[in-house]
């Protein structure tokens, strides 16, 4: 029998995580001695259930950070698991590669083909080292763009999701070409008449988020983030001092609010009470259906117009108006 996983709790969940014990020790009190506590339950529920509320809808830029990378958020593979009626993974890069931290292959998504590409994490210390946290190698980008131009040839719409701290930095991923394959992949999104949508599952980071990024439309789970470079690595750049990751979250303005706000995606994702993690299948609901709507409007448009807007869309994002 395999032992299950201990719970991650984050910080700011104690309180959540301290009222849900005193529920149940109320519970087995009461099963004990055969008081009736029915009354005193259901306020204490009802408590729980506002907290949960107060807590979740006011996160901060870094509680969000803490959320998106939470081991139990829903993976790639977890998501295509739930939502296909089929899925067939498809491997390698022809080159002699077959990274297992971006993955990809033929799915069947409310009755239609579809090819999907995601990054994919792992649940532990084994399975994310397996996986490489879920930081594509150039092989990785080189399988997702073969992927790609197959969606491409067989006029299947493209569905990418993104879940990676960044591409991996490694030396033998730069003397492979990691910026030229990421680069291309940027390139040929872009001619692609077929529908893209890219969905930010949970953490976007850098160039390995952008590597599947090119989309017609930009999804992003509401607890999700995407960031030109980590808290982290942003705080000891510019202050020489990681541990201003909070600081630097802030400023990064990495959240679904924000970059709705800043136009550089078109969607916020609800996400179930508690997170993704809480209750994935509500998630995973809330996403199909997202991809199923999209999907149905951009099918109404030829392969030119899915191109040419789609150019139009990444032109329009950083201009800046003086004065």
């Not at 890069?93 to 792992?122: E, F």
């Not at 080189?142 to 990418?160: E, T, V, Y």
Request: charged fraction near 25%.
């Amino acid at each position: 029998m395999t032992p299950e996983r201990k719970a991650v709790i984050l910080d700011f969940e104690r309180p959540l995580v301290e009222m849900e014990q005193r529920i149940h020790q109320i519970e087995q009190m009461a099963q004990e001695s055969g008081v009736d506590v029915s009354d005193r339950v259901q306020q204490l529920v009802g408590n729980y259930r506002q907290l949960r509320q107060e807590i979740f809808s006011r996160l901060s830029p870094e509680q969000r950070v803490k959320v998106a990378r939470h081991p139990r958020r829903p993976t790639t593979l977890d998501y295509i698991q739930a939502m296909t009626d089929e899925w067939l993974e498809l491997h390698g890069d022809r080159g002699g590669s077959d990274d297992p931290a971006l993955v990809g292959g033929l799915a069947r998504l409310g009755g239609q083909a579809v090819l999907i590409v995601g990054h994919q994490k792992g649940r532990d210390t084994k399975e994310n080292v397996a996986r490489n946290f879920g930081m594509a190698s150039p092989g990785g980008y080189r399988k997702a763009l073969r992927l790609m131009h197959h969606a491409h040839r067989f006029g299947l719409p493209l569905i990418a999701l993104i879940d990676t701290p960044g591409a991996y930095p490694g030396v033998e991923a730069e003397r492979l070409g990691q910026g030229e394959a990421i680069a291309v992949n940027l390139q040929e999104m872009f001619t692609l008449e077929v529908p893209v949508i890219c969905v930010v599952i949970g953490e976007g980071g850098s160039g390995g988020a952008l590597g599947i990024g090119v989309g017609d439309r930009i999804l992003m789970f509401e607890h999700a983030i995407y960031s030109v470079i980590s808290p982290e690595g942003c705080a000891a750049i510019l202050w020489k001092d990681s541990t201003q990751a909070a600081k630097a979250a802030q400023a990064l303005k990495l959240t679904a609010p924000d970059l709705l706000e800043l136009g550089l995606i078109d969607q916020i994702l609800p996400e179930p009470l508690g997170a993704a993690h809480a209750d994935p299948v509500q998630a995973t609901e809330t996403l199909k259906r997202a991809l199923l709507d999209n999907l149905a409007r951009l099918r109404e448009l030829d392969g030119a117009t899915l191109c040419r807007q789609r150019y139009d869309k990444f032109r329009r994002m950083g201009v800046v108006l003086d004065g």
